[in-house]
């Protein structure tokens, strides 16, 4: 019994290791535990040790049927977006890497393919519902249906523009959605390899960016080959740290 409670203790103190946890990790573990449309089986703190300026964290819901949940895959994507904003000065620091198992009314709202319109998208009621406004969630999920095949993201701007027609987005706010069809991007001649779907949305939302015809970049607007790659311009760059969520 005495030792038990020593293992308990033990348990316990590496699980409140303030190093490696991850900012609010219990009121956001709390406030996700609570959503009926999804189940988290698993969850872990990925971290860069990059020394940058500047640095921000982000939340993400892996679905446990997509090839996001892989650990090396999901790894490899994280540090190459880490990467990426290397150059401007700025690091992800930290992910909160949760493994979510979608319900019964989680799968429908994904796989419905004409949400209310009244209501907006129908991702609305997944991820955010709860948590607080800064903090940057992404939804990596399995490519299920041709309305599912999604890449996109909400920040500030999209969110002030959409709530304008009287409809409240305000909680997809910060928000991201990319499916597993573009863990890798498409094998399509606009694309390079240094360019990352992942970090595109990323972006969006980091630096309330939209898209460039500035080529190469990671924020190309076009098809042309070559146009998108892993670069940012110092405008972009300075969008960043100025409207970065940290
Ligand atoms: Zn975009």
């Known amino acids: 019994m005495r030792l038990f409670k020593t293992f308990a203790i033990c348990f316990l103190s590496l699980a409140a290791n303030a190093a490696t946890d991850f900012p609010d990790q219990e009121k956001i ?18 971290q860069d040790a990059s020394a940058q300026p500047e640095s921000f964290n982000t939340v993400v819901l892996v679905d446990n049927e997509s ?4 650990t090396s895959v999901m790894d490899a994507q994280l540090l190459k977006s880490s990467r990426i904003f290397e150059p401007c000065g700025v690091v ?28 907006g998208p129908a991702e609305i009621l997944i991820a955010r519902s ?12 399995k490519n299920r249906t041709r309305e599912r095949d999604v890449a996109y993201a909400f920040n500030r701007s999209s969110v002030e523009r959409a709530s304008q027609s009287g409809k409240d987005w305000s909680s997809l706010l910060y928000s991201y959605w990319v499916s597993d069809k573009y863990i890798s991007n498409p ?14 949305e990323l972006t969006h939302i980091l630096g ?25 311009n110092r405008e972009q760059c300075s969008e960043i740290k100025k409207n970065m969520i940290r």
């Open 130 to 141: 709860g948590l607080p406004a800064n903090i940057m969630t992404g939804v990596l999920v």
């Open 92 to 119: 992800l620091k930290k992910a909160l890497v949760l493994n979510v198992s979608f319900t019964a009314s989680g799968l429908a709202i994904l796989g419905n393919e004409r949400p209310d319109p009244s209501v």
């Open 29 to 46: 573990l709390n406030v996700l535990r609570a959503n009926p449309h999804f189940t988290i089986t698993a969850a872990r703190v990925w």
């Open 67 to 70: 090839k996001w949940k892989s």
């Open 187 to 200: 094998p399509q001649s606009d694309y390079v390899a240094s360019y990352s779907t992942l970090a595109h």
């Open 208 to 232: 309330d960016l939209g898209h460039t015809d500035d080529y190469p970049n990671l924020m190309s607007n076009s098809d042309k080959a070559g146009s998108k790659s892993g670069a940012l």
